[in-house]
C-alpha cells in the first residue's frame, strides 16, 4: 500500500518545505537519536539521517531512520553509493519502505580517506545518477534493476544532492538536469554562503525550466564560531565562504559568535526565499540541533503545515 510522503505532501501543497538533519551516533543508544530527534519536532517536515557521514562509522540511517518512525516523525533516509553494490542497495530501499520509510536522498558518499577507515575499499558500484534511475525503475516499473519483477514495489519519493559551487561553476547546471533527467523528485542543495554565485546558478536552473521540473530546496549551515567560518572557507571541499561573512564573525565578540552565526543564516534564508525557483530550506545544524527552533521561528517558517 503506498504511503505519501509528508515532505511530498507539502511541496505540492504550494507551501515552503524545511528540513532539518540528524546525525546517528557511532555507538547504539537509540537516545542520542531521539535526543536530537526531539529538538527538530515540529520545526521541520521531514529529518535527512546521514548516512556514515564524513566517512566516519555510525549507526546505520535506515537503523536510525526506524527510531524516528517510532517517534511519529518523518525521516528522510539517505544512502551513499560508497558502502554497497545494487543488490545491497535495492534490499535495503525494500527494507525501509516495508517499515513505513518513504522519502531518501541519493547521494556518492564522502570518500574513504577522509574518514576514520582511509584504507577501506570504496564500492561505487553505481554513481549517484545511477541509483537515482533504479530507484525510479523501483518504484514506477516495479523492476529491480536487473529486470525481474518486485512482488509489492516501493514508492519512495527520491531526493538528490547539488552543489552550484563546485569546480567547474559552469557544469553545475548541466549536473542537475542530469539528476532531474534520472528522476529526482527534489534537491537539496549543498550549504549556501555565497548568494551572489547561487542566485547565478539558479539564473541558469530558471533558463532551462529545471525549477518547474524538481523542488529546489536551498541548504543553509549556521556558524558558531570564526574557527569554524574559517575551516569551511579553507578545508572543506566544494564549499564557498565568502570573506565577508569570515570578516563579521571575526568582529563579533567570542561569547557571542554563535548568536551571530544563527542571525547570519535567518538573513540568508530570508533572501533565498526570495529567489524564484527555491521551494524549500534544509537546515544543516549538524550537532546542533537546538539552534533549528529559533531559525525555523524567526525565518517566518513557523508554525509548519499540517498536511
Keep these: 500500500m503506498k504511503t ?16 532539518g538533519e540528524c546525525g546517528p ?16 519536532r515540529g ?26 518512525k517510532q517517534m511519529n516523525m518523518n525521516p528522510l533516509m539517505q544512502m551513499v553509493c560508497r558502502d554497497r553494490n545494487r543488490l545491497a542497495m535495492q534490499s535495503e530501499i525494500l527494507s525501509a519502505y516495508a517499515h513505513g520509510v518513504n522519502t531518501m536522498l541519493c547521494l556518492s558518499g564522502d ?62 547546471v548541466a549536473r542537475l538536469a542530469k539528476k532531474v533527467k534520472a528522476g529526482a523528485d527534489f534537491i537539496q542543495t549543498q550549504c549556501i554562503f555565497n548568494l551572489d ?21 536551498a541548504g543553509v549551515t549556521p556558524i558558531k564560531s570564526v574557527g569554524a567560518a574559517r ?32 542571525n547570519i543564516c535567518i538573513e540568508m534564508i530570508q533572501r533565498l526565499l526570495s529567489i524564484e525557483g527555491v521551494a524549500g530550506i534544509h537546515i544543516m545544524a549538524i550537532e546542533w540541533e537546538s539552534a533549528v527552533a529559533e531559525i525555523v521561528k524567526r525565518s517566518g517558517l513557523y508554525p509548519r503545515p499540517q498536511v
Design 231 to 262: 575551516y569551511m572557507k579553507n578545508k572543506v571541499p566544494g564549499m564557498d565562504v565568502p570573506d565577508h561573512i569570515v570578516e563579521r564573525m571575526a568582529k563579533t565578540p567570542k561569547e557571542k559568535q554563535a548568536q551571530e552565526g544563527i
Design 111 to 172: 570518500h574513504c580517506k577522509f574518514g576514520d577507515h582511509p584504507m577501506a575499499k570504496g564500492v561505487f558500484d553505481l554513481d549517484s545518477v545511477q541509483l537515482i534511475q533504479m530507484v525510479r525503475k523501483m518504484c514506477d516499473e516495479g523492476k529491480f534493476q536487473g529486470g525481474a519483477d518486485i512482488q509489492g514495489p516501493p514508492k519512495m519519493f527520491i531526493g538528490a544532492a547539488a552543489n552550484p559551487f563546485a569546480d567547474p561553476f559552469e557544469l553545475r
Design 43 to 68: 520545526y521541520v517536515d521531514a529529518v535527512n539521517i546521514t548516512d556514515n557521514q564524513t566517512a566516519m562509522v555510525r549507526m546505520s540511517s535506515f537503523g536510525a531512520s526506524l527510531v524516528l
Design 197 to 217: 554565485k547561487f542566485e547565478l546558478w539558479m539564473k541558469g536552473v530558471r533558463e532551462r525550466d529545471l525549477h518547474k521540473q524538481v523542488y529546489i530546496m
Design 25 to 40: 551516533p557511532r555507538g547504539t543508544s537509540v537516545a542520542k537519536v531521539k535526543e536530537k530527534a526531539e529538538l527538530l
Design 4 to 19: 505519501e510522503s509528508v515532505l511530498e505532501k507539502v511541496f505540492k501543497s504550494g507551501q515552503i518545505a524545511v528540513t
